[in-house]
């Protein structure tokens, strides 16, 4: 081997092996595009709950004045009557629509998930159209078919508008438990002399308990902050968000972030102890 050939050999070797470029993946460019979208989703709640903590100087909320933590007592708190009703008013038909509506959206699930009859074509077709149908053609229509019934628009309407538009949402998520149900846990209970009765208490609802819950929780969501179709059925009737919406014209008092920061906290609280249930069931 020539001296020439030894002395490119060995400057080969001497010289570092040249790094490869490091390119952008896709997990990373999705990794960054969710946590861009959660941290423009926590932007509001963030501001929300820091101004419940807020000391304006005037009545309003409007900008930052300093820290304090007067407007979380239950004196300030309630201070504003018309404010503590509508709160009142939103949280009770919260919980009656969510509850009417996991009930009867549970049947229409579970027929829909475990059943092949004539209309469940359309039935779906008219469910899947109730949640995609805009807010705004949903309040109109119902107020229309309220005044030709000549129903006063009030708390009742408020009630039946929110079960109405509710019921598909939970309908939607028992039929998708319902599909993926296993049967033969329900061949097994009637090979062993249990009833169709007893089957769906003792052994399909537990395990479509999850789902049904879910529902009552996303009812309860939708209820408790829906401003468009209430805003057409509420006639006098002052709901959470109709309150909120009236009083923006001169500002906010901190009571309502306070309210609001509560709401958002419980749903989250829930929302964690629901998560620690499941895994600990699926760990045992």
């Known amino acids: 081997m020539s001296q020439s050939t030894l002395d490119r050999t060995a400057a080969t070797e001497a010289t570092p092996a040249a790094r490869p470029r490091r390119r952008l993946k896709g997990s990373t460019v999705l990794y960054l595009y969710t946590w861009l979208v959660i941290i423009w989703l926590i932007i509001p709640i963030a501001v929300m709950i820091a101004f419940s903590f807020n000391d304006p100087a005037g009545r309003y909320n409007q900008q930052w004045d300093g820290f304090t933590l007067k407007w979380w007592h239950p004196a300030k708190l309630f201070e504003i009557e018309d404010l503590s009703n509508a709160l009142w008013t939103s949280l009770v038909i919260a919980v009656i629509a969510s509850l009417v509506s996991a009930a009867l959206g549970t049947g229409i699930g579970y027929a829909l998930g475990r059943y092949r009859f004539r209309g469940s074509g359309t039935l779906n077709v008219v469910m899947f159209s109730t949640i995609s149908s805009p807010e705004l053609i949903m309040g109109a229509s119902l107020l229309s078919l309220f005044v030709s019934l000549g129903v006063g628009p009030g708390f009742t309407t408020i009630v039946i508008a929110h079960i109405m538009f509710s019921i598909s949402f939970v309908a939607a998520i028992v039929r998708a438990r319902v599909v993926t149900l296993d049967r033969s846990i329900e061949e097994a209970a009637a090979d062993l002399g249990a009833t169709p009765w007893v089957t769906f208490w003792k052994v399909t609802f ?41 009083s923006t014209r001169v500002g906010l008092p901190p009571q309502v972030n306070v309210m609001g920061t509560l709401i958002f906290g419980v749903g989250v609280l829930i929302a964690v102890v629901t998560n620690i249930r499941t895994r600990k069931q699926k760990k045992g």
Do not use: E
């Open 206 to 246: 537990p395990i479509i308990l999850p789902a049904v819950f879910s529902g009552i929780l996303l009812a309860f969501a939708l209820s408790i902050d829906d401003f468009v179709v209430t805003n057409f059925t509420a006639g006098s009737t002052l709901t959470f968000p109709l309150w909120i919406w009236g």
